[in-house]
């Protein structure tokens, strides 16, 4: 049921009276809601796993570790919370024997204001209505509106509902989550467009990604928009490598490259090698394994079209062949696994042959030497992530290329498949553009939460007016970073 432009006015102005209460509440208050959050959806029963898997095709095995993931982001993320780590709190104590006196500072970080969240398909738990972005924006104190994907809107239902009553258990305000469902790009533009929202989480296509980032940059003020978009993961087989088990690596290769029906944004779906017996001993292998995959149901009819159009787009470029695709028959609705190589010459020439396939398909890109690699390397765009599957020697032959890689990528591998993003502080899931619209930021991990917040210094205060985090007494017992010093200790007053 699509919502009116009166109706979406007045929930974001509902969501703004919220934010002007809740930004004065403790963090204890905030922390309790987003356990509340998690205790919720942890007590939701069979009815969100049956609900998830007939709207995505999704396996039940897979929804139940989605949904454990989930309230794993509500808990650790109010951990953070409660540790202190988004606030950044510093203080520079005064020094007034200094010419020209010293002032007292103390900066913390204050949450922006009311969040829009768009929807991930593939991810209907992690990533969408109750996902990392929402969990993130009220970690950080923002209200937070999502735009439900169409794609499982009655799991979103059960997600939103979930939320909703942590949100009256919690006695927060009215307005500070809000759940809306339409099917018209309108409805989104209207969001980002609306002068009261400060900021955008989003997950999902370069040009949807993309869109938003432009509209938002042309309000009167305009606003962040953390977009994660479009990326190919490169993968590199380096020789030493390469030439140790090519068999068991095109093995594992396959199985990373086709789990969950290629519908990861972390796919590894270019291969970048040496032309040679080794790489070809590889393909052989590979070729072996995609031929005994089934093809198996996408997220939806408009991820199925897309994939088959992207990659027939692919496979009908110059010097593109084909070396297998799945022996069993496509139903329509489901992904073909397919493996295609190409020259490295002719990507240099062909920038649409490093365009996105989201779903089952490999493109190796066969190099007639290390300078043609590097060249390769070169064109990348930006990346989620990159993998290297090398030798230590391998790392020492190879600097140069390794060196570019680091500046293409948000997070790189050695020996380790990307379709698998850890969360922890240490997670970087984001990359320099197109991969993400801000490559500064991550939207996985508690460092997610730095996305909502915004700095504030306050000078020559009086302790009694401050905010918890910078009082002297340091009353919440968290890190602070005092005259340059980490500590916990209290400030002599």
């Known amino acids: 049921m699509d919502i009116s432009k009166e109706e979406l006015n007045g929930i974001v102005k509902k969501a703004q009276e919220a934010f002007l209460v809740s930004k004065n509440f403790t963090l204890q208050k905030r922390i309790a809601f987003m356990r509340a959050v998690a205790d919720e959806i942890e007590g939701l029963g069979p009815e969100l796993i049956q609900t998830a898997m007939a709207e995505s095709h999704l396996p039940e095995g897979r929804l139940v570790g989605e949904k454990a993931r989930t309230i794993f982001q509500w808990r650790s993320y109010a951990d953070a919370v409660e540790r202190g780590d ?101 409805t989104g533009q209207q969001v980002v467009s609306h002068p009261l929202v400060k900021a955008v989480g989003f997950t999902g296509s370069y040009r949807g990604g993309k869109a938003l980032v432009d509209l938002a940059n042309e309000r009167p003020e305009p606003i962040p928009v953390f977009a994660e978009m479009g990326s190919v993961n490169p993968l590199y087989l380096f020789e030493n490598k390469l030439s140790s088990a090519p068999q068991e690596l095109a093995k594992q290769y396959a199985g990373s490259l086709t789990l969950g029906v290629g519908q990861f944004c972390t796919n590894p779906g270019i291969v970048v090698g040496t032309a040679g017996e080794e790489l070809d001993q ?35 470029q110059s010097g593109v062949e084909v070396l297998a695709i799945s022996e069993m028959e496509a139903k329509e609705g489901q992904g073909l696994p397919t493996v295609a190589t190409v020259a490295g010459v002719e990507l240099l020439v062909n920038p649409a042959l490093l365009h996105e396939v989201f779903g ?132 002599s007053e």
């Open 282 to 316: 590889f393909i052989e292998a590979l070729k072996a394994e995609i031929v005994k995959i089934a093809p198996a149901s996408m997220l939806n009819e408009n991820v199925a079209k897309g994939y088959v159009e992207n990659r027939e787009k692919v496979i009908s």
């Open 86 to 186: 988004s606030l950044d709190a510093s203080i520079d104590t005064a020094n007034t024997e200094r010419t020209p006196p010293k002032p007292d500072l103390r900066k913390t970080a204050v949450p922006l204001g009311v969040v829009a969240v768009f929807g991930a398909s593939n991810f209907p738990f992690a990533f969408s209505t109750a996902g990392g972005d929402t969990a993130s924006a009220i970690a950080a104190g923002c209200p937070v509106i999502v735009k439900a994907h169409e794609g499982h809107p009655k799991t979103s239902g059960i997600m939103a509902d979930a939320i909703s009553r942590a949100v009256l258990k919690s006695e927060m305000p009215e307005g500070t989550f809000s759940h809306v469902y339409s099917s018209t790009y309108e």
């Open 360 to 491: 089952p398909f490999a493109l190796i890109v066969q190099c007639k030497d290390a300078s043609e690699m590097l060249a390769v390397t070169e064109k990348l765009e930006g990346q989620l992530t990159v993998s290297l599957f090398a030798t230590n020697e391998d790392l020492a032959d190879h600097e140069e290329i390794i060196s570019v890689l680091q500046t293409k990528c948000g997070r790189i591998l050695f020996n380790n498949f990307p379709t698998g993003v850890e969360v922890c502080k240490s997670m970087h899931h984001g990359g320099p553009f197109p991969s993400a619209s801000n490559s500064a930021f991550t939207s996985v991990g508690a460092d997610s939460i730095k996305r909502f917040v915004r700095p504030l210094s306050f000078q020559n205060w009086p302790d009694d007016f401050l905010p918890e985090e910078l009082k002297n007494a340091n009353p919440l017992n968290i890190w602070r970073t005092v005259d340059n010093v980490k500590t916990k200790q209290a400030v």
